[in-house]
Nanobody
């Protein structure tokens, strides 16, 4: 069973930065695409950014130019660097991973990001 462990959330002022990390317990070759989702109070969960095993990335329009997703396969870790944070970025951020062979979905426990005005 693959497990995802997230860290790096917290409270930051508008315009500030945070870096989220997500480490998975699977072998390097077991995990394919990974992604970050977020869910704000009263809203549905939305895709923030995704990255393939080869490093191709996609971003939600609302975070383009401000957020950067990356991964270190040797360390079994995916990152989300968040710059120029806005109050509307406040949400619980969830790490996602897909098993390369079985296509089974794995989810992290979520980490809170709060951006103050």
């Amino acid at each position: 069973q693959v497990q995802l462990v997230e860290s790096g959330g917290g409270l930051v002022q508008a315009g500030g930065s945070l870096r989220l990390s997500c480490a998975h317990s699977g072998s390097t070759f077991s995990i394919g695409a990974m992604a970050w989702y977020r869910q704000a109070p009263g809203k549905q969960r939305e895709l923030v950014a995704s990255i393939t095993r080869g490093g191709s990335t996609n971003y939600a329009d609302s975070v383009k130019g401000r957020f950067t997703i990356s991964r270190d396969n040797a360390a079994n870790t995916v990152y989300l660097a968040m710059n120029g944070l806005k109050p509307e970025d406040t949400a619980v951020y969830y790490c996602y991973a897909r098993h390369f062979l079985t296509h089974y979905d794995y989810w992290g426990q979520g980490t809170q990001v709060t951006v103050s005005s």
